[in-house]
């Protein structure tokens, strides 16, 4: 089975300043990693996912997370974060073998003042 | 457009009563996903199924039913066994590369009166 730790329940930062939000996992097999966003009272919508190949991968609103295997981790940044990046934020872990289930983290509130 | 759906998109329940969540999906996915979200426990997965007419519990099933008897349809129940069934409910089915990619309704928020 797999699991995922946020370690902040809440960050609260600048505007223009950098963000690190953390994730660490929890598998016995490989798996595929993701950030999930959501804004107030929606669903959930994808940010990045790593599956393979390269550890860093990017979102097209800036964001960026490094799959860590030795560290079981898979932080996500941004180097300047802007007040309409204020939402939740999710790390979700499954295993890559087909039908296992997809686990969410206890997310993240990520508020950005000016 | 090409979508997944619940409804209704607020509801209330008197306590001891059943009540079946709605959800909907046209993007011909198999794997269909309920989880439940409660203010700083994030997203706990209640039931999901990789196809028809076959499902798995997830980690707080206990007082929820579903049935997947058509590839588009997942619909939850949440029965009067449930004795904390207030909260905002997800439904999301699997697709995109390697099928990895959750696609999610827009929530259904539940209110025991």
């Known amino acids: 089975a797999q699991s995922v730790t946020q370690l902040d329940s809440q960050v609260p930062v600048f505007e223009e300043a950098p963000v690190e939000l953390r994730c660490n996992y929890s598998?016995?097999?490989?798996?595929?990693l993701f950030w999930y966003v959501q804004y107030p009272n929606q669903g959930l919508q994808l940010l990045l996912k790593?599956?393979?190949?390269?550890?860093l991968v990017e979102s097209i609103n800036g964001f960026e997370a490094e799959f860590n295997k030795s560290q079981t981790s898979f932080h996500l940044r941004k180097p300047s974060v802007h007040i309409s990046d204020t939402a939740e934020y999710f790390c979700?872990?499954?295993?890559?073998?087909?039908?296992?289930?997809?686990?969410f983290g206890k997310g993240t509130t990520l508020s950005v003042s000016s | 457009d090409g979508g997944i759906t619940q409804s209704p998109k607020y509801l209330f329940r008197k306590e001891g009563q059943n009540v079946t969540l709605s959800c909907e999906q046209n993007l011909n996915h198999d794997a269909m996903y309920w989880y439940r979200q409660d203010p700083g426990q994030g997203l706990r997965l209640i039931y999901y199924?990789?196809?028809?007419?076959?499902?798995q519990k997830g980690d707080i099933a206990e007082g929820y039913s579903v049935s997947r008897e058509k590839k588009e349809s997942f619909p939850l129940t949440v029965t009067s066994a449930q004795k904390n069934p207030t909260a905002f409910y997800l439904c999301?089915?699997?697709?995109?590369?390697?099928?990895?990619?959750?696609?999610f309704g827009q929530g259904t928020r539940l209110t025991v009166v």
């Open positions: 979700a872990v499954s295993g890559r073998q087909a039908g296992t289930a997809l686990i």
């Open positions: 790593y599956l393979s190949g390269s550890t």
């Open positions: 199924s990789q196809i028809v007419n076959d499902f």
């Open positions: 999301a089915s699997i697709g995109g590369l390697k099928n990895t990619e959750a696609f």
């Open positions: 598998s016995s097999v490989s798996v595929y």
